[in-house]
């Protein structure tokens, strides 16, 4: 930290009304729940992605299914023309 940083945190923490070590814990302190909570938020964001995954594969496979079905019906109803 350069003595100019220095200066403008010991500013910054004095318009707080705090020392330059308490202001210095409690942003750190706020760093490490900022970041639990992005945490937990990116871990419910995978679940629910890994979850709508398992929902389109099961989609497509139905749709799939489904169109197999129905072009075996139009092959059969192309074939049986005269």
């Known amino acids: 930290m350069t003595p100019t940083e220095k200066a403008a945190y010991a500013d910054r923490a004095n318009s707080l009304g705090l020392s330059l070590g308490q202001f210095f814990r409690e942003a ?3 760093y490490v ?5 992005a945490e937990t938020r990116s871990l419910a964001e995978a ?5 709508a995954l398992r ?5 497509t496979s139905r749709t799939e299914r489904t169109l197999d079905v129905a072009l075996a019906e139009v092959r ?7």
């Open 28 to 30: 750190g302190a706020a």
């Open 33 to 37: 729940h900022r970041n639990a909570e």
């Open 47 to 51: 679940e629910a992605l890994e979850a």
């Open 55 to 59: 929902q389109l594969e099961l989609s």
């Open 76 to 82: 059969a109803a192309l074939g049986a023309q005269p």
